[in-house]
């Protein structure tokens, strides 16, 4: 596990364990696994799968342009097939870009036939009113388990 995490898509670096303020309304967990182990009070709204196998979890519910900024384009929404109540986005150009693929997030995600390029966002599944919801805590921990601690 890394001990420095760079936030370039949100504008700020962090280097962990300190809570930094980015650049919009979301503020930045450097280090995820601990966050998730020590049960920070406010649970994380959404998470980046890197290509790398990086992750990050962000507190914040996210604008149009937090997603936008963190997947560096125009969003896709990204086929999902695991049991959590989950949405997927991914840079809908990803691959015409020649960004780099995200084995780690299209395993994730489940999705067969195809895999993401580039950074993966993930958010809890739309309510009644169709607004995002914060990442569910199941599918926090089988992020630490499946990608992080992979």
């Not at 303020?21 to 998730?36: C, G, L, M, Q």
């Not at 937090?66 to 949405?87: H, R």
Request: charged share 20%.
């Amino acid at each position: 596990m890394c001990s420095r995490h760079d936030y370039e898509h949100l504008g700020t670096t962090a280097t962990r364990p300190a809570v930094t303020t980015a650049t919009t309304a979301a503020s930045v967990t450097p280090d995820p696994v601990e966050a998730i182990r020590v049960g920070m009070t406010e649970a994380p709204w959404w998470a980046i799968v890197y290509p790398s196998g990086r992750v990050s979890f962000i507190h914040g519910k996210p604008t149009l342009r937090d997603l936008q900024k963190a997947v560096g384009g125009y969003l896709e929404a990204a086929p999902v097939y695991c049991p959590e109540d989950i949405t997927a986005y991914c840079n809908e150009e990803g691959k015409l870009d020649g960004l780099p693929l995200n084995l780690p997030g299209t395993a994730f995600i489940r999705m067969t036939g195809d895999i993401v390029a580039g950074p993966l966002v993930l958010i809890g599944g739309p309510d009644r009113d169709g607004e995002d919801t914060p990442l569910p805590a199941d599918a926090r921990m089988r992020l630490v388990r499946e990608v992080i601690e992979a």
